[in-house]
């Protein structure tokens, strides 16, 4: 007998035909002699009908208000999906977020577990019931309910596994598992059988939506054994864990992009001390993430640099750049946007010098010409222009032995809550 | 400045719009000096809408996880009134049943409140907030949801208003007050401008809809002032309240009537000790609520008995008595459905003698025959065909003075949560 958590995303129960499925699913789990918590987000639609009213009402909702709705979408489900499984013929408890004993601090939209006190649901679970627990909610000490942001369904998925001592954490969604890149630009993309937290971690980071990587990064930290698979059938998913048994030849698990990006320079910058600090000091300030940092080597006691920012916060960092202007001199400001950011993830790489130059060989060959280069140790991300994105994850695929001689064909949008 | 409860039903917020004219009638309480908690129901039909998903999945769903599900309609309301609060510049703060502090029996679909710890709810108002509270909700001591069953939020208002000792609770509808009779079946009903706790008890429980029976019984034991009054326009409402000053000539205040009533006749049953007892014991222990009850004389050692009984449960109720034949014989049973029960209500009843016969008088003078009758001290209600509905309650209307020149007209259904 194991003990597994069985996470559902918002299209795994999209509607009351899926949720009759994933209780089946749920009690065949348990027809084979294994205890179930299940972790459930809102269906389908749900969350952006309930932001839609909210906007009417308020364009800017308070965060504490919009919190105290959005939860409503997990707990629908929850019950909902309760009530399927009674069906069954099974005993099943729901619970809210704050009943699971989800503790977070005080922030509304995006908090931190800081604690969770399952008491609930192990008493549920030696009751022999199944649990099915709201995802992405929790509660303050101050009795304030909150919310984990997105991908907080499996935020709440990894961390329930971790405190109750789960065997194992099943992420179900719309897509078999982890591709080593996204199936619909390369058809023979390859399933992965296993990955490592730490390249799962950057995949996820560099735009695999599948999983979110704070979900990714609870799970490293807490040895959670997680499984990515389908909802909707039952091949086997991808199994992400500590070690790899690292395959024959497969350096490179997986090619991620990013279309969401924008390059902004900033040329003739007097080369005086603390510039750059000024200069990301105040883009931190506004709350705008930079990814990549390229500085030139100074001439003439000036110096240029360029940076990427996600496309719908460049505009916002232009401003603060301009904003700048009397405090940090500088020449001139330029910005490109259509732009991708193309990574290669792979352990392999600590071990094999030289994947990165490979990498730059592949991409020139096709013609095309590398804006930005970023690397640690087990990525290489180059930005190119985005028309040339499908011909070069294609080559890149190709060149690092990942093409299989299946195709796969994927359904709908993958599940992101 | 005056601490006010102003409660909203659901067609009161049944959509954005209206939900936006709510939150400008409760800042203008607070432009005039006071003090505001606003208890509101679900959105016009989430409620319907919530247990039609729910039979999809279990025609027969678990009371604990409809709870759970059903609650989600009043904190949807919650915080969207909130948020369009907010929109008009103000402090607001929303709550659930159990942030406001209500604890319950552990009952689900009808738990009743065991205590109000509204400690959260004080000190939001202390700061200056509008305090938003969502209806029909509370949770055990164990930390399960529950619900307050018909009528919940209405009670959810009178009882916080007892428990922060509010000047004044207010119920807001879609009708103009309590009215003498249905406007909609006499065009010159007249609206009340007060009534008592016991009149009002008993119309609610006569099937006046506006107001729900348990909620007066909670306003009358804690001397909550109730006010009934119509979200739609600023008239004046009915002031519910502990002694009225009765009006000249007025002794019956309202008729009620009540069109779910089905009569069910045991005749010819053995006059032994305990027989009574033994059906009517069966059909409380079966659930089935027993209203009117008319025992004919002893004749030849068998009597005869009718009672009446809801329409919805008249099927079950015959069942029982059915299953009932070998433990107490009679000779033969009958129901008749198409009845409906009329009722005359007035605190003056019990200082002038003579209301119930005037009653019986009225009746008959439009040749309708009187099928069984209930009496109390301050109502007198008659058993008669549905088909005369309208006429009698027209003719008892006019005789007891009731009538007004004004014609009324009535919108849509009334809140009835």
Redesign the interface.
Known sequence: MSLYVMKFGGSSVGD?ER??RV?RRIVEKQDEGHQCVVVVSAMGDTTDD?ID??K????E??A???D??M??GE??S???L???I??LGRSC??F?GW?AGFRTESVHGKARITDILPK?VIQALNNNQIVVVAGFQGMTDD?E?TTFGRGGSDTTAVALAAAIKADVCEIYTDVDGIYSTDPRIVKCARKLEEISYDEMLELANLGAAVLHPRAVEYAKHHKVRLVVRSSFNYNEGTVVKEETSMEQGVVVSGIAYDKNVARISILGVADIPGVLADVFGALAKAGINVDIIVQSGVQNGEADFSFTVSLSESEHALKVIENLRDHVPYREVNSEHNLVKVSIVGAGMISHPGVAAQMFDVISKQGVSIKMVSTSEIKTSCVIEGGNLEQVVKALHTAYNLDTDAQVFVGGPQDRR
Chains 1, 2 share one sequence.
């Open positions: 009351t949720m009759k209780a309930l009213q909210a009417l009402l308020n364009p909702p308070p504490r208000e919009m105290m709705l939860t409503t707990q629908i929850m019950a909902l309760s009530m399927a009674h069906q408890t729901s809210t009943q609930r009795g309910i």
